[in-house]
């Protein structure tokens, strides 16, 4: 991957989420891939979904880190623009969590926002 095309990804991918990512996709076989998108809904307005995909659509935005794969499609990726997708365990659990900078407010779980 190029410079140019890490500078255009809506998203970049912590070690720790690249790590979680990895063990998820090892018992999915081979070609897995982590799909990030954004869809209407949730108590604050659009909600972020995670899929594991086996196929790439010609529009999707690839992320590579740590031997792993993340698609963002186009439509998501404005939703997405400066965020880190984080993998954290705390007292309320482990879970992927996105750190939007352009969301103005979020749900206490973490999982809908409104921009």
């Keep these: ?23 998820i996709l090892k018992t999915e076989g081979d070609g897995a891939m982590l799909r990030v998108s954004v869809e209407g809904g949730g108590c604050s307005g659009f909600q972020y979904k995670f ?3 086996r196929a790439k659509a010609d529009d999707d935005i690839l992320i590579e880190r740590d031997s792993v794969v993340v698609l963002v499609d186009p439509s998501s990726a404005p939703f997405l623009a400066g965020s880190e997708l984080d993998f ?7 879970s992927f969590r996105v750190v939007n900078p352009n969301a103005t407010a979020s749900c206490g779980c973490g999982t809908s926002f409104s921009i």
């Excluded at 954290?88 to 482990?94: S, T, Y």
């Design 51 to 53: 899929d594991v995909e």
């Design 1 to 23: 991957m190029t410079d140019a095309a890490i500078s255009e990804a809506p998203l970049t991918v912590s070690a720790r989420a690249a790590r979680r990512i990895g063990e």
């Design 88 to 94: 954290v365990d705390d007292l309320i659990g482990a």
